[in-house]
């Protein structure tokens, strides 16, 4: 089955500072690559994601980037502010006839410093 | 408004007892998933289902079942032969178009 590595596990940055969070994948039938974050006892929330025939997409302060050659991606938070701070997931779906089945990283704290 | 509703937000059972949780949508979504997350831990899937009347088993389906009578509605029961049923449940929906999926709030179980 899929494998996904998430690092880093726990980043701490400073207001205003870029954060940078990447993910492998094993998979190369995978087209599918959303980003999730998690605040402390609510379910996750998309943030953004990327489907196979893209390489970048931005949405204001967040971007993601794919390297399918390389199975990984990466998700960028520009700017980032106190309320950024959460639990961060990547995933990745399986393709094929388990579509719309994801498979997660193990997920990175992020906190910002005022 | 429409979304993905858990109920109840926290539940404590007594080892050796059943107890099903909770997943209503009104989002019209087709698909609907289970996840389990313990601490400091990504999501792993228990159940999935894509369409009325049928489910499949995720990683981790030992020791839970699952209905889907109706389109809305997907109950997770976390059954005695689970060994550690102690985690934080989400329940999510997607539409096959766009396979994004959306989650509800989650429930935390505590088998005491």
């Known amino acids: 089955g899929e494998n996904v590595e998430q690092h880093p596990s726990t980043l701490s940055v400073q207001e205003g500072d870029s954060a940078v969070i990447k993910c492998t994948y094993s998979?190369?039938?995978?087209?599918?690559f959303p980003w999730y974050k998690q605040e402390l006892g609510k379910g996750p929330q998309l943030i953004i994601d990327?489907?196979?025939?893209?390489g970048e997409k931005k949405d204001q302060r967040i971007a993601v980037t794919l390297n399918k050659t390389a199975k990984h991606f990466s998700l960028h938070i520009t700017e980032t502010q106190p309320e950024d701070s959460a639990v961060y997931f990547c995933?990745?779906?399986?393709?094929?006839?388990?579509?719309?089945?994801?498979?997660f990283g193990q997920g990175t704290i992020l906190t910002v410093h005022p | 408004d429409g979304g993905i509703t858990q109920s109840p937000k926290y539940l404590f059972r007594k080892e050796g007892q059943n107890v099903t949780l909770s997943c209503e949508q009104n989002?019209?979504?087709?698909?609907m998933y289970w996840y389990r997350q313990d601490p400091g831990q990504g999501l792993r899937l228990i159940y999935y289902?894509?369409?009325?009347?049928?489910?499949q088993k995720g990683d981790i389906a030992e020791g839970y079942s699952v209905s889907r009578e109706k389109k809305e509605s997907f109950p997770l029961t976390v059954t005695s032969a689970q060994k550690n049923p102690t985690a934080f449940y989400l329940c999510?929906?997607?539409?096959?178009?766009?396979?994004?999926?959306?989650f509800g709030p989650g429930t935390r179980l505590t088998v005491l």
């Open positions: 289902s894509q369409i009325v009347n049928d489910f």
């Open positions: 989002l019209n979504h087709d698909a």
């Open positions: 995933a990745v779906d399986a393709g094929g006839t388990s579509y719309g089945k994801l498979t």
């Open positions: 990327i489907r196979s025939n893209v």
């Open positions: 999510a929906s997607s539409t096959p178009l766009t396979i994004e999926q959306f």
């Open positions: 998979d190369s039938a995978s087209n599918y």
